[in-house]
């Protein structure tokens, strides 16, 4: 596709569950980005990935989080034993290398109950 | 540490008047980028406009400029003409160094509201 795609687009959850969140960027963009934005607020820094490498890991809340990206492309978000104050939307952006926007998905929005 | 800070939670405006919203950054590093997003109820991620640090003319793209005052660490986004299809959540961010390897900072946000 043209643009970052993110899946799922909706998930609900039990608290404890464990869940994945997957990314699939814009093609020959080799920076990738993932952020969680809670209702009504700005944009927490995650995690970034340049290449297959994570230079920085400075924004995951806690070791429940991890995050890998495979092959220069598709990245997996995932979560474990997901705790209510998981509950956000999980926002992926991947860079254009010419200009230096971020280009991002639609998010996945986490329901943890 | 370098930040964005947006100190403008929420504004108005009326229909076709100009507004600004208010941004500032901190960073040591002479070489950044600043970026300025919209955010409609819908959730997606607009890109509006960039500012390199070392551009010497504010940017401007359409209805929006960017007024860039690089000794007040400030880079204002400016809305000629609003219109209510403005009304959105508006993201300051700003990026250091070269365009590889590089977080974005991302302020608060700004809720713009345009009234008829």
């Known amino acids: 596709g043209a643009g970052v795609s993110q899946s799922p687009s909706n998930k609900v959850t039990e608290k404890g569950k464990d869940v994945e969140l997957r990314c699939d960027p814009i093609s020959g963009h080799t920076a990738l980005y993932w952020y969680r934005q809670s209702l009504g607020q700005g944009l927490e820094f995650l995690i970034y990935f340049q290449g297959n490498s994570a230079p920085d890991k400075s924004g995951l809340p806690s070791d429940r989080f991890s995050a890998e990206r495979t092959g220069g492309s598709v990245s997996t978000l995932t979560i474990q034993r997901t705790q209510q104050e998981d509950s956000a939307v999980y926002l992926c952006?991947?860079?254009?290398?010419?200009?230096?926007?971020?280009?991002f998905g639609e998010g996945s929005r986490l329901t943890v109950l | 540490a370098q930040k964005i800070t947006q100190t403008q939670p929420g504004m108005f405006v009326q229909e076709k008047e100009a507004v600004t919203l208010d941004c500032t950054y901190d960073t040591s590093d002479p070489s950044y980028g600043l970026f300025w997003y919209k955010q409609p109820s819908s959730g997606e991620m607009i890109f509006l406009i960039y500012?390199?640090?070392?551009?010497?003319q504010n940017a401007t793209e359409g209805r929006y400029s960017l007024n860039f005052q690089k000794a007040r660490k400030s880079a204002n986004l400016v809305i000629s003409a609003s219109q209510l299809g403005d009304s959105a959540m508006y993201f300051c961010?700003?990026?250091?160094?070269?365009?590889?390897?590089?977080?974005?900072?991302f302020g608060s946000g700004t809720k713009l509201n345009v009234k008829p």
């Open positions: 500012q390199g640090s070392y551009d010497q």
């Open positions: 952006a991947s860079r254009d290398r010419d200009t230096g926007e971020l280009f």
């Open positions: 961010a700003m990026t250091l160094g070269g365009y590889n390897f590089n977080k974005f900072y």
